[in-house]
């Protein structure tokens, strides 16, 4: 009965999920690479390796019409200059001829990448709604032969020895009973005395390890609870943007009572518009589950959506990530921009959205 209750809720959940993830091409992907560090940590991250000593996170993919991606988003697509599938974020969409075209972006990356990806079915798979941190090792391992071997082994191992010791407890229950019969009429009281015994024995430890993996649960959903709690009222929501030349992150851009000059260091166009970039480090702060960063915009002179950045996952504390000021210019020089950056946070304690102007000097001569 709980082997057919478990396979009907398998079946169940299996179809619910496949139906809200449509069917991708990569439903499960397991990231290889830094590109999207600290976001995303990669399996095979070897200059990480002390900080991230379980790394490969796993991300689940979900298929999505193409004009419903949004710049921030971070999608799972094929490109001819890299072998498997890539997963970096959106950093521009615009339509050119009829197609819609991405820029992405990974966020451990200066610069973004240097192709267009086309906004096709069989070119974009997906877009990713879900992260399960540090177990992509494994899933990436087992692809191996070494890999399938040691785990195979190890089956096998496991099921020698429990074959071994359902033996032995065959065994003794053999000779236990045959010594039984022997003395069935000398130590029959004796024997039903230490039976109900070992039955009140027996239920006193069900009755304690019920009540001690209750304690474990519960502790580790209030633990859980608590913890998130706590980094909301303790850590809201906010953002930073700094040159990439302070390496120290001491000097936000916004609190500088003058504007600072920025210059791009990669541009390109945009049919027949030209696009710069200009690097900086951007700090989140977030509150993990009851307080987290739902995204936010930085927006150049009042335009919507020149960088936009979807947080996936919760987190409590800070991350700094390598993003950009993109902005849409004619000709070469310096321009005075108005820079306006706003937080939009979700959760049950979610901060009201907050709205930060400053001043920038945006230099195309790079």
Known sequence: MLLGIAIVLAVAVSSGINSYLANPKHPIVSVTTGSMLPIYNGFQDYEYSEMYPFR????????VPINEIKVGDVIIFDTPYVNDPVVHRVVAKWEENGTIRFKTNGDNRVDPDSWYVIGEDDIIHGVVVFRVPHVGWFLLVIQTT???LVVLS??????????DEKEKVKQGKDESCIQNKSSENQNLVNNLNIIQKGIIFERNIASKQTLFYTAIIFLIIFSFLGFNILGALLSSPDVNIYAMSDNSLANPLEDKSTP?????????????QDVYFFPVKIEITSGGLFNNIDYFEIKVNETQGLYRWSVVYNFIGKKVIEGAVIAYLSDLGVYSASITLEIYSRGLLASPTQIIDFKLLLGTGG
């Open 56 to 63: 490969g996170d796993i991300l689940l993919i979900r298929r």
């Open 146 to 148: 070494l890999g399938r």
């Open 260 to 272: 600072f000059n920025l210059t791009n260091n990669y541009s390109w166009k945009e049919g027949t």
């Open 154 to 163: 190890f089956a096998i191992i496991l099921l020698f020895l429990g074959g």
